[in-house]
């Protein structure tokens, strides 16, 4: 989400797919700069054009036996406010600073309460109600929030995370282990120009996988 609006129409390009024993691939882009086909005149138009204009979305998911990385690399010219949300259906566990206030003014994000602001580089631990899920969050100058908001069905709240930058070139990395408690994964991740080096195991046994985040598609290799 760009300035808390909502986005325009946008035709959307899987860059690449791949189904592996090793892995699953999928890398996808969207680009706001491109013209799309046109809407007829019984539209209602309820988003801004002037906050995604020229923006350039690219989410790239590995998905692997009981993990998967997510890359979020937004082309951000203008230095618009980008906002990663994920919406969890369990509870976020980790606490934060209360801000005061509402975490914005207008647009869908109004009906978001109980905002806190969670340290930068901390292990976000999502309770469920079948497992614990940790989410490892790598980014530069970003914010992280959390908040509660409408579900959908709207009947009750849910909790958000929202992860916040102005930068025009943006990388959210996310990797998020769902195994069970007794096999939690430790994960490392370093990042080289557009080449992303994850690391992820335990103590027996780790596996290392490069993301090549080519224009034309992700390349990985396994190791």
């Known amino acids: 989400m760009v300035d808390g609006k909502n986005q325009p129409p946008v035709n959307p390009v899987v860059l690449k797919y791949e189904n592996k024993d090793e892995y699953k691939l999928i890398d996808t882009l969207v680009d706001w700069s491109e013209e799309y086909g046109g ?32 890359v979020v690399r937004v082309g951000n010219p203008h230095k618009r406010n980008v906002n990663y949300c994920l919406h969890t259906l369990g509870s976020i566990e980790n606490e934060g600073e209360k801000i005061s206030g509402d975490y914005r003014e207008e647009g869908p994000l109004r009906y978001i309460k109980s905002v806190e602001e969670l340290p930068a580089g901390e292990e976000i631990k999502i309770g469920s109600e079948k497992n614990l899920i940790s989410m490892h969050h790598f980014s530069e100058d970003s914010r992280i929030y959390k908040g509660k908001g409408p579900g959908n069905p709207s009947v009750s709240d849910i909790d958000y995370l929202f992860i916040e930058s102005s930068e025009q070139e943006i990388y959210y990395i996310n990797i998020f282990d769902y195994s069970s408690e007794k096999k939690r994964k430790n994960v490392s991740l370093t990042k080289n120009g557009s080449t992303i080096h994850i690391e992820i195991g335990d103590k027996e046994h780790k596996s290392y996988y490069t993301l090549d985040m080519k224009s034309s598609g992700a390349e990985v290799a396994v190791k």
């Open 39 to 70: 809407l007829d005149s019984f539209t209602r138009v309820q988003w801004c054009v002037e906050s995604y204009k020229d923006v350039k979305y690219r989410r790239t998911i590995l998905w692997l036996d009981d993990c998967f990385a997510e």
